[in-house]
Nanobody, 121 residues
Framework: QVQLVESGGGLVHPGGSLRLSCAAS????????IGWFRQAPGKEREGVSC?????DSTYYMEGRFTISRDSAKNTVYLQMNSLKPEDTAVYYC?????????????????WGQGTQVTVSS
């Protein structure tokens, strides 16, 4: 069964850090680009970061975030630093149909269930 499972969300103070994980099962992450998206209440889902397959090119909406891939664990990570209250959202990872990253969320066909990130003092 093809599946993505996110973890690592939680409550953090402004200026803090979190590392989100996206663990894949049923397929090999190395063969696909993986994107991170987020959706805040009342807002449209937006792209946060993406890592392509092959050359592992990376793309970011936020310079405070870093995406990486651990092939041995079949997992992609999103390191988020200097978090702000406006980063509060449900964060999702998603699989691209191939090796390339796409900016729009509707291009991604496999999604995790999401993990809540709340930045608040």
């Amino acid at each position: 069964q093809v599946q993505l499972v996110e973890s690592g969300g939680g409550l953090v103070h402004p200026g803090g850090s979190l590392r989100l994980s996206c663990a894949a099962s049923g397929f090999t992450l190395d063969y696909y680009a993986i994107g991170w998206f987020r959706q805040a209440p009342g807002k449209e889902r937006e792209g946060v970061s993406c890592i392509s397959s092959g050359d592992d090119s990376t793309y970011y909406m936020e310079g405070r975030f870093t995406i990486s891939r651990d092939s041995a664990k079949n997992t992609v990570y999103l390191q988020m630093n200097s978090l702000k209250p406006e980063d509060t959202a449900v964060y999702y990872c998603a699989r691209s149909p191939g090796s390339l990253c796409y900016p729009n969320y509707w291009s991604y066909g496999v999604w995790g269930q999401g993990t809540q990130v709340t930045v608040s003092s």
